[in-house]
């Protein structure tokens, strides 16, 4: 047994297992709020992948650190983090300037980005693949942090293809976060110790998916995170997110995590699912089972195994509230069997995904609206080329597809952007088959996706600028027409997480309310920085970019 | 039915031209076109004192400009009535520090006060000691600075939507068409608008609708940068003698940095940021206030300045014609309400509140 490391948090000691992240040994030892909001509300973890910028703390006197993208270290001074921290210098940090100019550039260390960047290397190219987890492997191989075994067949998968990228000569960047992206491609990231100007030759965009989350009153409240953040506690870090825990979702993901937890010692108070039984609709399950027989069955083992733990999925289910008391979470909900509630200490909700496309919007490839998982999608030829020369995109980045074909579009777009041939007829019947099973398996879990128009005037629309429905209504109401405007209005989607969460809700809602259908242009500009950004990385960032401007004018 | 009044632009300097007649009782329709206008991209700076940048990229128009200087003190005296009149903008008049890290730089700056101060400005030159006694978030290096109390800011989110109330509330019809051709009849773009007299306050969209006048209109991109919130401590208006930065900290806690680094005319139109400035910007602004290297940048995006001649444009496009212009000419979110009222208040026959004359578009007639 390895020993522990140890911080302080406001003063009282932690012990947390090495390579935990801090949002884990304060979930273990028992600390829901990790900072206040500008009303005074408390906020945890919520998506548990450095989406959200909700479970920021300060660390050693530097504010804006998310707790669940930062690793436990001896003797770190944690803070809670007040809504407007103080102007105190921080301790100076000094990164190393990085100019690299791989053939290949992969962004992403999941299931399609390793794929790709083991496909352009054995098409002989140089490759740099750049992963913002310290810990690669993505959101479906969600990889163990520390030296712990691989819990299931799935980990165990991720760390072979993880090992395959390594041996095949790829070069890893993990920790490496993406804070730019313009016209070249140009990327810019930054890790610990450096800051990186990465002018690829060609760019494969694997950025994956976070999650879609349901918004209700009181889905802020510390202790009610996404599904996957819960998944990434108990996978990554054998955390649960509590002792009690109800999981509300739409898709296999959550039953999956369900059974994990409970496996991991949880016990799952309530599994809500908003698809209706799919017992009453035997085509799809028919559809499911002809495309991937494997996969379907362990769908079906899944749920055999919930059951036998006394869990069993309630379809057509939603949350409608959580209120929360201390530690207690009390969670309402509806379904067929009329409303009902319980008191837990950890709700998990989900609804399905969001592709993480901000860099592909920023190089401005073409992008179209689906509106079957209501999102954006690029467009692509058949190798994933997007319309931007030079750049390709593949998985979930591109609208949810599922690892497997995440990982045949990888091969696919790793060896076209390494200048190799086409997709082999396998790789077609491969995809076809896997985007079938896809199909199949959100036809059988289809639901509503959660509208504004259904949800109560107090909730919670835009978290990090806390703006209720009724407020952005009011804005409406007031004459704004577009989501600039909305935005000016109520401050809507100008936090920290960049309208990750609100603008997608908000893009359906407006072109609803006008009748129109939402395209690129009602979700906001993109901009830089993809997420937020230290002062101390621009400025390590300065010399890079300042040569730059010489040698443009140079070439003027 | 003719309106009195149609205005061109829904920026805040056709916000105040329409709030302003009606006000005065007119019927007025405001035209925007609404794209990468209608106040959409300003940082709420209100410029008083020289500003040391555009004096370094246009020298030829630095006497324009100082003989605007009791232009800019009405501007924001118009900016204070207009915080009371719709009931708080978060404004604040706290003063404008312009810091010198040179004695090179210090000895511009007196040469700069002394100008300012026969324009009766309220300006003063501070020692390092006596700028520390009042700012002291900044940070090493700096020898003093120039105080120019006239200055402030803004909040300019809280003042658009307080305005668009008011409108609203006014009753000032508000249209969204692209206005290609206007004549003291009529402006026209999807639809014609009718009216009495028009008003064109489309900054850099003007000379385009006034071939009659040799304005030069185009407009600058530049480059902005927000930080996300920190408890509000830098009260001052913050500019360099020398380097390109307006750095100030909205009362809600958001660090707005900018001051005219470059930005890129986009495809569409649309002005896309530069890497280059971006970095170059924040990290200028990180050794200015080294407090604010706690906090992130969470966005960034370019607005379009319209420098013109570094003087307003105010009045007819000949005498008693009844198309018009209101053109502040650089730091137009300072200018626009003065600008604007101003204009329409020539437009609509009634007291300005401001001499127009020293910016009449005489100067631009072909």
Known sequence: MTRPVRFTFDGADIAAAPGASLAAALTAAGVRGFRETETGSERGIF???????????????????????????????????????????????????????????????????????????????EVLLLDERTTTGGQYFKQASGSVPPLDAQQAEGARLVSAARAAGVEMLHGAEVWGAFPGPRILAADAAHVYDVAPRALIVATGAYERPLMIPGWTEPGVMTVGAAQTLWRSYRTLPGRRVAVFGNGPLSAQVALELARGGAEIAFLGEAAPDPLRRPGATFAMLRHDPRLAAKGAAMLAALARRGVRVAHGTRPTRIARQDATLTVSWEGPRGAAEAEVDAVCLSFGFHPQNEVLRLLAAQMRFDPRFEQLRPERDETCATTVPGVWAVGDCCGLGGA??????????????????????????????????????????????????DMAPDTLICRCEEVPRSALDASLDAGCEDIGAVKRATRIGMGRCQGRYCAPALAGYLARRAGADPVDAGYFAPRVPVKPVDIATLTAAEPLLAADADADAADG | MADDLVVVGGGITGQAAALAAAEAGARVTLIDWGRNAGSAANAGSLHVQMQSRFLRLNPHLAENVERSLPLY????????????????????????????????????LETKAARERAQGLDVDLLDRGALDRIAPYLGPGLVGAELCRDEGKINPLVANARMTTRLEALRVRRVRDRIVSVTAEQAEGTDRYPARAVLVAAAWGSGALLPML??????????????????????HLVQHAERSITLKQFRSGQVVIGGGWPAEGGADGTPAVLSRSMAANVALAGRIAPGIAGLRVIRTWAGLNTPVDGKATIGPVAPGAALHVALPGDAGYTLGPIVGRAAAAVALGLEPPVDPAPYSPERWRQ
């Open chain 2, 73 to 108: 003190r009405a501007a924001v005296a118009e900016w204070a009535r207009l915080d009371a009149a719709l009931g708080g903008v978060e404004m604040s008049r706290e003063g404008g520090l312009m810091l010198a890290e040179t004695p090179a730089q210090m000895a511009f």
């Open chain 1, 47 to 125: 998506c548990g992948m450095g989406v959200c910028q909700d479970c920021l703390v300060t660390v050693d006197g530097r504010p804006g650190r998310r707790a669940c993208m930062t690793a436990a270290a001896e003797g770190l001074d944690v803070r809670r983090q007040p809504a407007r921290p103080p102007l105190t210098p921080p301790p100076a940090t000094t990164l190393t300037p990085v100019l690299r100019t791989p053939q290949v550039l992969v962004l992403g260390g999941g299931a399609g980005g390793l794929t790709a960047a083991i496909a352009a290397r054995e098409a002989g190219a």
């Open chain 2, 214 to 235: 040799a304005m030069p209109t185009p407009p600058e991109p530049l480059h902005m940068n927000i930080t996300e919130a920190g408890d509000y401590r830098i009260r």
């Open chain 1, 404 to 453: 497997p074909a995440a990982a045949v579009e990888g091969r696919i777009a790793g060896r076209a952007a390494a200048g190799g041939g086409g997709p082999t007829a396998a790789e077609r019947r491969a995809l076809a088959r896997h985007r079938g099973f896809q199909d199949a398996l959100w036809r059988l879990y289809a639901a509503t996706t959660q509208r504004i128009e």
